[in-house]
């Protein structure tokens, strides 16, 4: 039990990993802006265009996160409540649930989990097979104050991450905690009752993956068949049902995705539109330097009245610059990251301040030496008076 405590995730981020962070820990919640999940939630909706993936993703931990806090409460249930004559009546429901071990939420793809947690996965999901053949789900918990219940009207397309800033989505609650994936409360409030396990698997179906639904994904074709007769036909809805899906939409967003965003994040502190606005401004400054240093040499204007050409040539080389390198140096020396236009949030990951650092101080010096080549030529040239 101390090897499989150690091995899974912490959610607490790791202050001294001095290397860029996996996909499986940005999903883990082990880092801190700007690689952390709100963050790349915000990269896949605004650049990728793909966040149907990560949503679908995020659904299904949170379907493997509301099974473990059922089983949690059953487990609770009938070793306080059901009396010993009861529990010899159905031995088997009773070791099984005794012997579930702690019901921890790795996050990441199934061929992540050591031994210990993919056996514990397997026995979750085989007692809620189990009680979906004899019938017995929902007889220890009752529906009402339910949190699937209470979440019936969160259920929407909507209801994504935020970090209290950005207000285009309301929250989604599992983000809010500092907790795992799809952390619930343990209060009498926030019981689950067996028909929100089957209302969770069945909303996955229905709004990602059946052909034609409201936010379908692409998923290989045997996957979608398998998950849809299991749901549908076999009246499964144990977390098994979407580890293919889940691993596929893992392996996808790893490969197609998060490079991407480790280059943006990691590398940069810039998204497109403010890249374009300085383009536009670069251009701007250089068009008026060039005309003003053109015009001050053949109107044979003196040095201290070229000097005003520091200021168009320093705001087009600068701008220009943090287009082409994707960040601001300033703005990246100051702690700063864009994560939305126009709206910034604090380097708080230790390594990707440090490359971040490395990386504006290189562009400062760029801007520094072309500026200066540029100043210089068009301030110590003979001017000739047309």
């Known amino acids: ?3 499989s405590m150690m091995d899974t995730p912490s959610p607490h981020p790791d202050l001294n990993r001095n290397r860029l962070p996996t996909l499986f820990e940005v999903l883990s919640r082990q880092t801190l802006a700007p690689v952390d999940l709100f963050s790349f939630y915000i990269y896949m909706r605004d650049q990728q265009r793909s966040v149907d993936y990560l949503d679908f993703w995020l659904d299904v931990s949170q379907h493997m996160s509301l099974c473990r806090h059922y ?8 070793l306080v409540e059901t009396p010993e004559m009861e529990k010899q009546g159905s031995k088997r429901s009773s070791y099984i649930l005794d012997h579930l071990g ?71 609650p599992s983000f809010m905690t500092n907790g795992s994936p799809g952390q619930i409360s343990d209060s009498p409030a926030h019981t689950v009752a067996r028909a929100d396990i089957r209302a969770s698997a069945e909303k996955i179906l229905y709004t990602f993956l059946l052909p034609g639904s409201e936010r379908e994904i692409i998923l290989p074709q045997g996957i979608l068949t398998d998950i849809t007769q299991s749901i549908e036909e076999e009246g499964r809805d144990d977390p098994e049902v979407f580890d293919a899906a889940k691993d596929y939409t893992f392996q996808a967003m790893e490969r197609d995705a998060f490079p991407g965003f480790l280059r943006a994040k990691a590398l940069g502190n810039l998204v497109p539109p403010s890249s374009f606005l300085r383009l536009c401004l670069g251009l701007l400054g250089m068009f008026g ?21 520091i200021l168009p040539f320093t705001i087009g080389v600068y701008a220009l610059s943090s287009q082409q390198y994707s960040i601001d140096p300033v703005l990246a020396l100051l702690g700063l990251s864009e994560y939305t236009f126009m709206n910034w949030s ?41």
């Not at 089983?71 to 009938?78: G, I, K």
């Not at 017995?136 to 949190?147: F, Q, V």
């Open 1 to 3: 039990m101390a090897n």
């Open 71 to 78: 089983v949690r409460e059953l487990r609770r249930s009938v």
């Open 102 to 172: 702690e019901m921890n939420d790795p996050s990441g793809p199934s061929t992540n989990l050591n031994g210990d947690e993919k056996m514990r996965d397997q026995q979750l999901s085989a007692y809620l097979r189990q009680e979906n053949e004899n019938g017995t789900g929902g007889a220890h918990h009752s529906p009402h104050s339910s949190m699937g219940s209470q979440q019936s009207q969160l259920r929407g397309s909507g209801d994504r991450p935020s970090n209290g800033t950005d207000r285009e989505r309301p929250p989604r």
């Open 289 to 309: 330097g060039f005309w003003a240093g053109f015009a001050c040499i053949l109107l044979d204007k003196p040095k201290h009245i070229r000097c005003w050409l």
């Open 346 to 386: 604090r380097i708080r990951e230790p390594y990707i301040r440090k490359l971040l650092n490395k990386r504006a101080l290189m562009v400062l010096l760029f801007t520094v030496l072309i500026g200066v080549c540029l100043i210089v030529l068009f301030i110590f040239v003979p001017g000739h008076r047309l």
